[in-house]
Nanobody, 125 residues
């Protein structure tokens, strides 16, 4: 079992920045990728960004490319999402995600994946 604890999020103005962090604990040796998904009201959950736990594999949704950057710290077992130039359409609940597979590097989640509780991001003037 893997537990994920998210921090960050909140309210930002359009064009502003926020940073999300996620700390993994438990059976972390099973993790091969970590990242973030989001779910806006009335919409399906979608992949935002993911990173392989080792190596250079990355995934970014087209809607966030050039604005969001995912990073990881293998020693601290954390993954962070720096979100710049935020837009109102980025408003959603953001979920930290960890997987024993690399499926998230193609923007997909699987049945064996682990999820955080979610943190709210609101972009509004």
């Amino acid at each position: 079992q893997v537990e994920l604890a998210e921090s960050g999020g909140g309210l930002a103005q359009p064009g502003g920045s926020l940073r999300l962090s996620c700390a993994a604990s438990g059976y972390i040796f099973s993790i091969n990728s970590m990242g973030w998904f989001r779910q806006a009201p009335g919409k399906e959950r979608e992949a935002v960004a993911s990173t392989a736990w080792s190596g250079d594999g990355r995934y970014y949704a087209d809607s966030v490319k050039g604005r969001f950057t995912i990073s990881r710290d293998n020693r601290q077992n954390t993954v962070s999402l720096q979100m710049n130039n935020l837009k109102p359409e980025d408003t959603a609940v953001y979920f930290c995600h960890a997987s024993p597979t690399l499926r998230s590097l193609t923007g997909r989640a699987g049945p064996d994946d682990f999820w955080g509780q979610g943190t709210q991001v609101i972009v509004s003037s």
